[in-house]
């Protein structure tokens, strides 16, 4: 038995696996995961993990394993999407920590959270002065959502009653030298309106881009492999460290 | 057109994938036990009871010999889907029988041949 070949032939079933069973699952990004399914990820790497290394059992029953908690994972956020009351049962509930500027002890001793955590993820969201939070609300991902108090909002343009243009997404039109004809023609544009703009802008080829984009408003944004600065700002404090 | 390919590469292909790798990791018990390819080593396993019973013991040491040779030929495709303590304790077996072959002791290498019967019926399990 060649247990090198044999772990690499493990490895790539596992990897590869992990890697359709995850797309299966969908994109929640880390940041929006609960605690349980931060554990469940956890639990489905070391299972992947085992499947790799561990010689001493077949992979099969590893393999098995994988796809019976990744199966459990789906059938939970099935049942969850179909039911809002089983969803609070297993995800559980925002819990309100600030309101209209009181905290609220009682919610802070349920969920075992001190002051001086409540303190740390204030100042996570720029809030330094307790006085100016309206109300604070944990979310069920563990992150403080916190609403100012009206007088120390940002003002908007809303606020102010001023006119504003649609701001959407822009797109690619040159990505890595190459310029991406889909998506050019999607914006009903074509390679003599790109060269022309390019021309005004004194770029001899889309080939000197590493990438261009397109706003809702008609603006082009251009950035060159050769980049013009003069001077680069350096932030590391150790010269021999690159 | 683009509908057909995205079809493909999002459903059919994950789904080709999946199934190669169950076929790998299931590919020790299917050969081992659909295809017969490794009939060789169960002949072997009667052909030694008989030679141990009559107490030959060179068409003992030959038969040994033979299912040697067919484990080693087996070996490459099984241990992708087997235990590695399997294969050990089958190996070990074989040392042993080949032990008690070589000092014509009976009992024990009928002993040994029942161990190395029961790993083979439970290999890849």
Known sequence: ?242 | MSNILHFLLSKVLPALVLLLFIVIMNSGTVFKETFGLNRRIPENFVLLQLSISNEEWSAADYYLKELKTEWKKLLPSLQFSVERDEINHFQQTLARMTGFIEAREKAGTLVELRALEETWRDLGR
């Open chain 1, 1 to 242: 038995m060649n247990e090198g070949v044999v772990v690499f032939v493990r490895g790539i079933i596992a990897f590869f696996t992990l890697h359709i069973f995850t797309r299966f699952l969908g994109k929640q990004q880390v940041s929006q995961l609960s605690f349980f399914d931060y554990i469940l990820g956890i639990s489905i790497g070391s299972i992947a993990a085992t499947l790799t290394t561990d010689l001493s059992s077949r992979a099969w029953p590893h393999w098995i394993g994988l796809l019976t908690w990744t199966s459990a994972v789906w059938l939970v956020q099935w049942l969850t999407m179909r039911s809002r009351a089983l969803n609070k049962y297993l995800n559980g509930e925002p819990v309100i920590l600030i309101m209209n500027g009181q905290i609220m002890e009682d919610n802070l001793k349920k969920i075992r959270l001190t002051m001086d955590e409540l303190l740390l993820q204030l100042r996570h969201n720029g809030i330094f002065d307790l006085g100016i939070v309206e109300f604070a609300i944990l979310e069920t991902n563990g992150k403080l959502s916190v609403l100012k108090k009206s007088q120390f909002a940002p003002v908007t343009p809303a606020d102010l009653q001023l006119p504003t243009k649609y701001k959407g997404i822009s797109t690619e039109l040159i990505y890595d030298g190459i310029v991406i004809e889909e998506n050019l023609e999607r914006m009903k544009l074509d390679r003599a309106w790109l060269d022309k703009q390019l021309k005004s802008m004194k770029i001899k080829s889309p080939g000197e881009i590493f990438l261009a984009t397109l706003d809702t408003e008609g603006q082009l944004y251009v950035d060159l492999y050769k980049d013009r600065l003069k001077t680069l700002t350096d932030l590391s404090d150790y010269q021999n460290i690159k």
